[in-house]
């Protein structure tokens, strides 16, 4: 078994050899996968050529999550938030799920804070990025990975 | 009613030993519940509270024409399913118990399971159960439905040829494919499943355990599924109520 | 069931931050998941998400099938003026919802 197969590959294979029902999966369809190149070539459709620095973003993820379908995810800048300097996007982008595109909030001197959070799908352990764009046109990032399992008895092979 | 509940198996775990599913989560997730502003399960608690009030069938009446306010009639409801219905003469549970006051009372079709009516209605009431104790009444109409749940839970089935037993009193605590184990007690049914990715009742949980060791899992509202709820939530007596809860 | 849960507190002082929770039903379908026969289950997702606060938007949040079933979204905005916050969330298939709620600042 390619040891860099997601342990939900590898329940779809066991559940397919183990179902032995008629109808079972078909069709083993492996499921899409961006790679970090495409995650890069997203990055850089945002960014430009502008060059991006790490600092000011803190990604915040759970270093091992039960399920990758509802995983939390807050961002946070240090920023004060003022007409003069603030945040104004803050995006989220992964390297293993099949898009790398995940969010993009859109802030201003209006947010008063420049924290958001929300919950994320993620297809497998891997490296998370938030970038965040500042109102002088300057990038910062940061990066966080994570470590996602998945339950036994589930509810079909998939 | 200690000598009819008494059991003859020795693997149960031992009361001070109990604990709920939430305790086997990690922190984000039991956030995730602990919060109803994050709780995804109260997107039903919500929808469920409008059909409460709202009248259906050829009745003409809502839920809230009999039962007024559920916050106060409907406390402690949900922690005492599945219990017998006398007029049906047979056990059923709280989702049943609704449905059947939908053709009875309000005249109206029944509610399929898992339909999403039907959901949010049960987490509805079950939500007022939250915070009160599990408590199963096991008398001479009941015992044999609590015994014939017993038997289910400790038979080995399907192509794994597993019980219930083996994992939940014997092996909890411990992993199965990167996951801990947790001891099946149903403290927070109708829950939100992360691998759902939406609310489900406890019987689509069960259904699932059974897929998982590769048996033919019984259809929704079967005798035997009604039977291991109940004996799975006398198993739970005592513990605190948590719907909806959220589990991976 | 477009219901949607919306955490905004009722009052607040001038100027404070206040951070407001969102929680709206939907299964935001991916658009990779395929059923048993391999067939392609098609993309259905919200993919906006704008507050506005008396008529001007104060956030705004573009989103792509990673965002979880039942969108879960947390941000501030500083309480400027009493008033009303509507939250608009559209998505593919026509998918269109709005809730307001109001807010006394003192």
């Not at chain 1, 990758?68 to 799920?97: C, E, Y």
């Not at chain 3, 039903?25 to 008396?54: K, V």
């Not at chain 3, 039942?70 to 509507?86: D, K, Q, R, Y």
Request: aromatic share 6%; glycine share 8%.
């Amino acid at each position: 078994m390619d040891r860099r197969a997601s342990r939900r590959e590898f329940l779809l294979a066991a559940g397919g050899v183990a179902a032995g029902l008629g109808l079972g999966s078909i069709v083993a369809v492996r499921p899409a996968r961006a790679t970090p190149a495409e995650m890069e070539e997203a990055i850089r459709k945002v960014v430009g050529s502008a060059p991006v620095s790490p600092g000011k973003v803190k990604l915040d993820l759970p270093p091992l999550i039960e399920n990758g379908n509802a995983v939390p995810l807050t961002v946070d800048v240090a920023s004060p938030m003022t007409g003069a300097d603030h945040v104004r996007v803050i995006h989220v982008f992964t390297q293993k799920n099949p898009q790398p595109n995940v969010v993009s909030f859109h802030l201003g001197p209006r947010a008063g804070r420049a924290r958001v959070a929300t919950r994320v799908r993620l297809a497998d352990s891997q490296t998370v990025v938030a970038i965040c764009e500042l109102s002088d046109g300057s990038f910062w990032s940061d990066s966080a990975d994570i470590v996602v399992t998945l339950a036994a008895c589930l509810e079909d092979g998939i | 009613m200690l000598a009819f509940a008494a059991s003859a198996f020795a693997d149960e775990i031992p009361r001070a030993d109990r604990r709920s599913g939430s305790d086997f989560m990690s922190r984000e997730t039991r956030a995730m519940q602990d919060d109803d502003t994050a709780n995804p399960g109260m997107l039903w608690v919500l929808e469920g509270g409008a059909l409460w009030t709202r009248k259906t069938g050829a009745a003409g009446r809502a839920c809230a024409d009999c039962h007024g306010d559920a916050r106060a009639t409907m406390k402690g409801v949900a922690a005492r399913h599945p219990s017998f219905d006398a007029a049906r003469g047979r056990l059923v549970s709280l989702e049943q118990r609704i449905s059947f006051c939908r053709t009875d009372r309000q005249g109206a079709p029944p509610l399929a399971y898992e339909s999403r009516e039907l959901l949010a209605l049960a987490a509805y009431v079950a939500r007022q159960s939250r915070g009160l104790p599990i408590e199963i009444a096991i008398d001479q109409r009941t015992q044999p439905f609590l015994d014939a749940g017993r038997t289910t839970y400790h038979r080995r089935q399907g192509q794994l040829n597993l019980a219930c037993s083996q994992c939940h009193d014997a092996n909890w605590g411990r992993q199965l494919a990167g996951n801990v184990i947790p001891q099946a007690h149903p403290t927070g049914y109708p829950l939100y499943r992360l691998e759902w990715q939406g609310l489900g009742s406890l019987q689509r949980r069960l259904r699932n355990c059974l897929v998982g060791i590769r048996a033919e899992p019984y259809e929704y509202g079967a005798p035997e599924l009604v039977q291991l709820e109940l004996y799975l939530m006398w198993r739970a007596r005592g513990m605190l109520f948590e719907a909806p809860a959220v589990r991976p | 069931m477009a219901s949607a849960l919306i955490n905004v507190p009722e009052r607040a002082k001038r100027g404070e931050v206040i951070e407001i929770k969102t929680l709206i039903a939907h299964t935001m379908e991916t658009g990779f998941r395929r059923t048993q026969l391999g067939a392609l289950i098609p993309r259905d997702i919200i993919r906006r998400f704008a507050c506005t606060y008396n008529g001007t938007e104060v956030f705004r949040a573009e989103l792509h099938p990673a965002i979880s079933a039942n969108p879960f979204i947390v941000f501030s905005t500083i309480a400027v003026e009493s008033g009303t916050l509507e939250f608009h969330w559209t998505g593919d298939n026509g998918f269109s919802v709005t809730q307001s709620a109001a807010i006394l600042v003192e």
